[in-house]
């Protein structure tokens, strides 16, 4: 089996984002490259890199001479980013190989279940594993590439979402009726209940943010 190594970038890359995700850096407030290099032991050069990265994706803003900043969160955002995510992640699914799809289920199963089983903190993470797993043999790489990069736009916002148990059951519930449709080879059917899957709900999403997400 080949071993890979990812590009330092990479790593720093993914590592920052998990911080801004839980809200390390407050939005607003630049982030200081030098105290940050420091923390993850890395030199500046590809600790830029990383966050020039970011800035690409729309998580950080970067500002001529004055460095890179976390970008505000808007409601606006996330109504318009997660239909453009559900549309996505169904051309993706119509794209899968059935009997990999079906194979899956269990897999998606024992995944929506665990994301009850862990502090509400991991269940975002766990989410995201779910829906790899769901796509995961999508032959189209540019448009799973795509997902990816409207994802992490709204990683904060997900990070709040699933810190309810509510919300959690929600979604445990919703990963179950797309691997039940797809168990039953009705492939509609579990389009329909995905596009449900990334539908915001106007009155949780207005909770989050009130609640001081930005």
């Keep these: 089996m080949a071993i890979t190594k990812r590009p330092l970038r ?17 939005v607003g ?7 940050l290099a420091d923390d993850l032991g890395v030199s500046r050069t590809p600790l830029r890199e990383a966050l020039a990265g970011l800035a690409q994706e729309g998580v950080l803003e970067l500002r001529p001479n004055r460095g890179f900043w976390l970008s ?21 699914l119509r794209k899968c190989a059935i009997d990999v799809l079906v194979a899956s289920v269990p897999r998606l199963n024992e995944l929506a279940q ?43 916002y997900e990070f709040a979402y699933f810190t309810s148990r509510k919300r959690i ?3 445990e519930t919703q990963h179950r009726m797309i691997a039940k449709a797809i168990l039953e080879h009705d492939m509609d059917r579990a389009a329909g209940e995905l596009i449900g899957n990334w539908t915001v709900d106007p009155g949780v999403l207005r909770e989050i943010f009130d609640q001081g997400l930005s």
């Excluded at 590592?15 to 839980?22: F, G, K, M, P, T």
């Excluded at 995510?85 to 051309?91: D, K, R, T």
């Excluded at 594993?129 to 904060?156: F, G, M, Y």
């Design 169 to 171: 059951m929600r979604a």
């Design 114 to 156: 665990r994301m009850l089983d862990v502090d509400p903190i991991q269940a975002g993470t766990i989410d995201d594993q779910w829906h790899d797993e769901l796509l995961k043999s999508c032959p189209n790489k540019r448009l799973l590439q795509l997902i990816k990069a409207q994802k992490t736009v709204v990683h904060r």
């Design 29 to 35: 407030e630049r982030i200081n490259e030098g105290q």
């Design 72 to 92: 505000p969160l808007t409601v606006d955002e996330v109504k318009e980013t997660y239909p453009i995510i559900g549309a996505l992640e169904v051309a993706a």
């Design 10 to 26: 990479e790593q720093i890359r993914d590592e920052v984002l998990a911080r801004l995700v839980r809200g390390d850096y407050p």
